[in-house]
């Protein structure tokens, strides 16, 4: 937790100028088609920018990040078939919904299908995913509020809940879409910056070390506080020590004693002594040359079977995003739908570059991230504990910034 008031005030920004622009919005809706569609005149480049923004949520802004620095190369397939799933979106599915004239994807259903019942099935299923949607949006709201200010964690639901509901019942569509494509360069500065500065940072004193055989060492003494019981990887247990419960037994300032498995119970402290190789959690890849090769997974039994499936699900699991599908019907008609879908590819590659970039980083700068498997606050910790001082309270909060969009 940095606590600063640059980082305060970097947030603040971030939530001033979501309000004020949909509030701009709102001059605009005066029809029900300006509020459901947007009268249907959202050029292709700005409703890229606005399905990129609201497309680019907690789980890639701080989640890619979070599932790099844990995993490695694996991880990789979450951006790529983030990105893919448009290719999808752009061959089967961006041309026909926008020429069927509906407003909902339900209604789409219901004109391609011919029946109520299945329309019926169809509002279902959105009001599921909506709801499964809306879980790691409102904990990277919490996360970035916490981690940031300090604050309760559900602070951060409920202020970014408010700030979205109202723009919503303002101003409709039209509302959002300005929100929206000025959210996506948001977020894309936020998470440049400090990507690009911990690249520079690491191409001046570090390069070379993502690849060696030990997990990443700490360059202070550092101390990890564990929240909730949790299995970790020791491979060098020199400089290792624990307070609390290690095994089920109480123990103060115990040294680890051997590499393996080791058990901390929640309420536990672990310290690491400068240089020490930080331990990971058990099912992660726990040396540089395992976490840089690809074919392990994440975690489990069947670690092909899950590189597989995640390939298979984030290709086209983009179809299936309601909040996505719906951007479409603003557009004028099927030819900018896909220009559109083409536009949001070549936006979303470049996005994705950075969290990557920042989940590398995140496990040589944070790396007691890796002991409680909360790297999901690497974009929001790593530029302050990298760089430093006012520069680096700075660049944390652009990143902060970023996580409140």
């Known amino acids: 937790m940095t606590g600063s008031p640059l980082t305060a005030a970097a947030l603040l920004a971030a939530a001033g100028a979501t309000i004020a622009i949909g509030a701009y919005g709102v001059r605009f809706s005066r029809t029900t088609s300006d509020f459901l569609v947007a009268s249907r005149t959202v050029g292709s480049r700005w409703n890229a920018a606005a399905i990129s923004g609201e497309y680019l949520s907690a789980a890639s802004f701080l989640g890619v990040a979070g599932l790099i620095a844990k995993y490695g190369a694996d991880a990789l397939w979450y951006p790529v078939g983030f990105t893919a799933g448009y290719l999808g979106l752009l061959l089967f599915v961006a041309a026909p919904l926008r020429r069927s004239g509906a407003y909902t994807v339900p209604d789409f259903a219901e004109f391609r299908l011919g029946s109520q019942r299945l329309r019926k099935v169809a509002m279902l299923v959105v009001v599921v995913i909506c709801i499964f949607y809306l879980v790691p949006q409102y904990q990277g709201a919490g996360l970035t509020l916490s981690t940031l200010l300090g604050t309760p964690v559900w602070l951060g639901p409920l202020a970014v809940g408010a700030i979205v509901l109202t723009n919503v019942v303002a101003g409709g569509m039209r509302s959002i879409t300005f929100v929206q494509a000025f959210q996506y360069w948001l977020k894309l500065t936020a998470v440049a910056i400090p990507a690009l500065a911990l690249a520079g940072l690491f191409l001046g004193d570090r390069g070379g070390e993502l690849g060696g055989p030990l997990p990443p060492t700490v360059a202070q003494d550092t101390t990890v506080a564990i929240e909730t019981d949790v299995v970790v990887q020791v491979v060098a247990p020199e400089g290792v020590t624990v307070s609390g419960t290690l095994d089920g037994q109480p123990v103060a300032d115990a040294p680890v004693g051997a590499a393996g498995r ?144």
């Open 262 to 405: 080791h058990t901390l119970g929640a309420g536990s402290t672990l310290r690491l002594a400068s240089g020490a190789a930080t331990p990971v959690l058990a099912g992660t890849p726990a040396a540089g040359a395992d976490w840089i090769a690809s074919g392990g997974g994440l975690g489990g039994a069947h670690p092909m079977y899950q590189v597989v499936s995640i390939m298979v699900a984030t290709f086209l699991g983009t179809m299936g995003l309601p909040h996505v599908l719906v951007r479409f019907y603003t557009n004028p008609d099927g030819r900018a739908a896909r220009r559109t879908a083409l536009a949001v590819i070549a936006l979303l590659a470049l996005f994705y570059l950075f969290p990557t970039l920042l989940g590398v980083f995140s496990r040589l700068y944070v790396p007691q991230l890796l002991i409680t498997g909360t790297a999901d606050a690497a974009v929001l910790l790593a530029p302050g504990s990298a760089v430093g001082g006012a520069a680096g309270e700075l660049v944390g909060g652009a990143g902060g910034a970023g996580g409140v969009a």
